[in-house]
């Protein structure tokens, strides 16, 4: 537990892309941000759980439910959740329009800012084309990104020995290829151009893991990042002033990553 001291409020802070139910999942970290940070709206913007990867393969440690704890204790102690399904828990999306825990179902939400914009906030897998109409090869693909992943994992392991940081071999490699830079372009100028025909001022979204904020020829494109590469967010500062954090550079300042239960505080209120 934490003194209040140490918790960062938000008006409203968007998570996506945590795919609970893989190995590359970093759900210490995660637990770490929710401990640290408390908000008004908490939006999660798909791809919570990864169905596709629990379907070949069950995998899931005491973290992973610890975080699923965890957002619903939020919710509990009055955080608005709206969770919007993304392709990797597609399932969900049958139960748009339901309250499950206090946990909203959307399938896209208008978020109205403190200073009075209205953002779209949609997973974005809908303007995908490969996902959209050819899943295959959206699995195919996956596959090929579970073995990066992978190989991220052994690079970060001899980092930590060496005494270095967290620093992520796959987003790095995404940004170099030049086929990712234009397929995050193609998608980026979707996501704003869909935000254009519905008369908002911008979008938050997630799915391309790569965290983003720019202004698209009069309408504001955020990405909030992904929690298996990037570790990152987007906040709401109570001015209505919007910005990415990126936990892992925010952590190196303080110990180590605290290891303790992060549910102790909800065993004792029991």
Not at 251 to 268: G, H, I, N, S
């Amino acid at each position: 537990m934490h003194a209040d001291d140490d918790v960062q409020r938000y008006r409203a802070i968007w998570i996506s892309d945590i795919h609970l139910g893989t190995k590359a999942c970093k759900a210490e970290f995660l637990l770490d941000f929710l401990r640290r940070t408390e908000c008004e709206t908490l939006y999660l913007v798909g791809d919570i759980i990864d169905g596709w990867r629990l379907k070949r393969h069950w995998y899931w440690p005491q973290a992973h439910n610890d975080v699923v704890q965890k957002l619903l204790r939020k919710a509990r102690k009055g955080t608005r959740v709206v969770y919007l399904p993304g392709n990797h828990d597609e399932g969900a999306r049958q139960f748009v329009g339901l309250t499950f825990g206090g946990v909203e179902v959307h399938d896209d939400h208008i978020h109205t800012t403190a200073d009075g914009r209205r953002l779209l906030v949609i997973h974005g897998d809908q303007f995908d084309v490969v996902v959209r109409y050819a899943k295959w090869l959206a699995h195919i693909g996956d596959t090929a990104y579970v073995v990066l992943l992978a190989c991220n994992t052994w690079v970060n392991a001899l980092r930590r020995r060496l005494g270095f940081q967290y620093w992520s071999l796959s987003a790095y490699l995404k940004h170099k290829a030049k086929t990712a830079v234009e397929f995050i372009g193609r998608f980026e100028r979707a996501l704003a151009e869909e935000a254009r025909r519905r008369g908002v001022d911008g979008v938050v979204c997630g799915h391309v893991h790569t965290a983003q904020m720019a202004d698209m020829q009069g309408v504001l494109y955020t990405n909030d990042g992904d929690w298996v590469e990037s570790c990152t967010a987007l906040v709401e500062h109570h001015t209505g002033e919007l910005e990415i954090l990126r936990w892992t550079e925010m952590m190196k300042d303080r110990p180590a990553l605290q290891r303790e239960d992060p549910l102790d505080e909800d065993r004792a209120a029991a």
